[in-house]
């Protein structure tokens, strides 16, 4: 009795073992193409991480051949496509990165960060704004469940700033599209208030960026708004007080109003910044225009000073302000490349040095032009007009 006992329990669990094995095959059979698919995806993962630790190490050539290894076993891979159409874009192959970008959408619909790389390059390098201004609207219209966990998670902030990005980069993909039909349209105008709107959004959400503001200045000078394109070089300067370009365009548009002298400072400010910079083709191209203007307004001091000569002394005295000097530099005989020489910013004497950095840095913060704009009423003869030296 005991003996049968014992051989029907050996007996059962070799046949439950033996079902338990013929349902698996059973659903192998079935359900192949699911088990393929899985142990597809286990290799694509192994390739991708593998083509993830050689993007990081700069290893470009075996990063993209280990990412089409593992996207050919593993398609859905939205991160790993992005990362390739990424390398795509630093080899200059930009069709080839738009297309990993749109397929890896097409997995990730809401996979923020490629559908904005999606739309620069689409801007940016291939000069198909309307295809960067949907990406954008996409970006912006998009709505996702977010949440804050203090001091770990805060999704509520990275959208707000994706949508601000969105807002910015679609202004600058509507004045690329202005500048592309060309000056004095209808048209251009149109996308340039497009993009003035959409600086604006994004201003609303990032007040203190030194980019929004100086492109949201750069599309209100283009327009013809000169007022706001001037108070916004203002706020962009008190931002970035170091970047050149704020200072130039605020110079080019104090010219094209006539403010001769405002305009000099700007442009010897902008020269100053280049000329730390070291970059001597931007400084060239700086000092022909500052050549310009200090002849116009030479010429404008002589007339000046023609009509002073007749006027009473009162007004004599009141014309004959002498202009503080912004900036020039002095070179050393025994210094001629000019490595040590010194500067004067205000009047004031300051070495070459990373004092003379914070110096300059807290001189040039303050806007000396900002009250011209405040108080300057708007010429409806200028607006939509393009500046040949802009």
Not at 45 to 53: N, S, T
Not at 117 to 145: C, P
Request: hydrophobic share 35%; glycine share 4%; with cysteine.
């Amino acid at each position: 009795m005991r003996f049968l006992k014992k051989l029907l329990k050996k007996t059962i669990s070799k046949v439950f073992a033996l079902v338990m094995i013929l349902l698996f095959l059973l659903s192998v059979f079935v359900f192949y193409g699911w088990y393929e698919k899985q142990i597809n995806k286990c290799f694509g993962l192994y390739y991708v991480y593998q083509g993830d630790k050689a993007y990081k190490a700069h290893k470009l050539e075996k990063a993209i051949k280990l990412y089409k290894q593992g996207l050919e076993k593993y398609p859905e891979h939205s991160l790993a496509r992005c990362n390739l159409g990424n390398i795509y874009v630093k080899y200059e192959d930009y069709l080839s990165a738009v297309e990993q970008y749109e397929k890896a959408l097409e997995y990730d619909p809401k996979f923020i960060v490629c559908r904005m790389n999606l739309g620069i390059v689409s801007a940016e390098k291939l000069s198909d704004f309307d295809k960067a201004i949907r990406e954008y609207q996409t970006i912006i219209d998009t709505k996702r469940v977010t949440f804050h966990i203090p001091l770990i998670f805060d999704s509520v902030k990275s959208t707000r700033e994706n949508k601000t990005i969105a807002w910015y980069n679609m202004g600058i993909a509507y004045r690329g599209k202005s500048m592309l039909i060309g000056e004095k349209t209808h048209a251009a105008n149109e996308y340039l208030e497009k993009a003035i709107e959409a600086y604006k959004k994004a201003l609303k959400r990032k007040k203190h960026s030194y980019n929004i503001n100086y492109n949201y200045a750069l599309a209100n000078h283009l327009y013809g708004n000169y007022k706001e394109a001037g108070l916004s070089y203002c706020r962009a300067i008190e931002e970035e007080p170091m970047a050149f370009d704020a200072h130039y365009n605020l110079a080019i548009l104090l010219k094209k109003i006539g403010k001769l002298r405002e305009s000099q400072e700007e442009l010897e400010k902008a020269m100053l910044i280049v000329n730390t910079q070291q970059d001597p083709y931007i400084a060239k191209y700086i000092f022909d225009i500052y050549s310009t203007v200090v002849e116009k307004s030479t010429i404008n001091e002589e007339y000046k000073t023609t009509q002073r000569a007749t006027a009473p002394e009162s007004q004599v005295k009141e014309g004959m302000k002498t202009p503080q000097i912004v900036s020039e530099e002095v070179q050393n005989e025994d210094d001629p490349l000019g490595v040590n020489h010194i500067t004067y910013v205000n009047g004031k004497v300051v070495a070459d040095s990373e004092e003379a950095d914070k110096f300059m840095k807290k001189s040039f913060k303050k806007c000396t032009s900002k009250k011209i704009f405040e108080e300057y009423e708007e010429d409806n003869l200028y607006n939509g007009r393009y500046d040949r030296d802009f």
